[in-house]
């Protein structure tokens, strides 16, 4: 992120923290479970994809639990696309917001990532309780957590920026980024594991930075696992650009959002 935004974003760091904190309000307004919910939906789906592609489908889980397997890659998938609908979002569900005072539109999607990075947060804790049920031991692997969080995050934040930029102008964005995630579901080593793509086809995985960052979380459970570094440093080095390209983009657009919008 350019020296300019980061001192954007921090001097403006309590308005952040305030609109991530009424989204997460917003969103569990007059529920009966409030935050549970953030557990309940990674922890059906990975019930459901254990029953059907483990079980009656046999798609194989490389001897890693079949919970551990799905749920460990639901977590961060989920935060990834919700974070990137939220925040592709962001500007014109505040437009009204955005047309009565100015302040550092790129606000609005890092406070929409936040928000969305609570609901991981607490479903990771879901996920500790798998390890320790199905007694997995702790190994070094774990110390990545913190890695493939920040580069999740960076993902999620440079595409939800670029789209939030991109829905002002175009409103067919809105239709599109929903088809658009979940072709991305199917591209991505979630329901399968990697080691199932054919050897010819491993370069167009490492083309989704998605890939390594699953698979990062999947081995970070699992001490038994080696760590791809060179997949894992293809994805990181794309991550980079797409953040900067997502971020250049928006403070391109910036000036003219509020008259478009």
Do not use: C
């Amino acid at each position: 992120m350019e020296r300019g935004t980061t001192r954007e974003l921090w001097d403006s760091r309590e308005l952040v923290y305030f609109l991530a904190w009424r989204d997460v309000k917003v969103r569990y307004k007059q529920t009966l479970l409030g935050v549970v919910w953030a557990v309940i939906q990674p922890l059906a789906t990975m019930v459901v994809f254990t029953l059907v592609f483990t079980h009656l489908a046999k798609i194989p889980t490389d001897e890693i639990p079949g919970p551990i397997f799905y749920f460990s890659a639901l977590i961060p998938w989920i935060f990834f696309s919700s974070t990137v609908s939220s925040a592709g979002m962001s500007l014109v569900s505040n437009s009204a917001l955005l047309t009565k005072i100015y302040f550092p539109r790129i606000i609005l999607p890092t406070a929409a990532t936040l928000s969305n990075l609570i609901d991981f947060l607490v479903s990771s804790l879901v996920l500790v309780g798998f390890i320790a049920y199905y007694d997995v031991p702790i190994g070094r692997n774990l110390l990545l957590w913190p890695l493939l969080v920040a580069l999740l995050t960076l993902l999620a934040l440079g595409l939800g920026t670029f789209f939030a930029a991109l829905n002002v102008k175009y409103r067919d964005v809105k239709y599109v980024l929903p088809f658009l995630i979940q072709l991305l579901l199917f591209a991505t080593p979630i329901i399968y594991p990697a080691s199932m793509v054919p050897e010819r086809f491993r370069w167009l995985m490492a083309i989704n930075p998605l890939t390594a960052l699953i698979e990062g979380f999947r081995n970070m459970v699992m001490p038994s696992r080696s760590v791809d570094w060179t997949l894992l440093g293809i994805s990181t080095i794309s991550i980079g650009v797409i953040f900067a390209a997502g971020v250049a983009y928006f403070r391109s657009t910036e000036r003219a959002m509020a008259d478009v919008v």
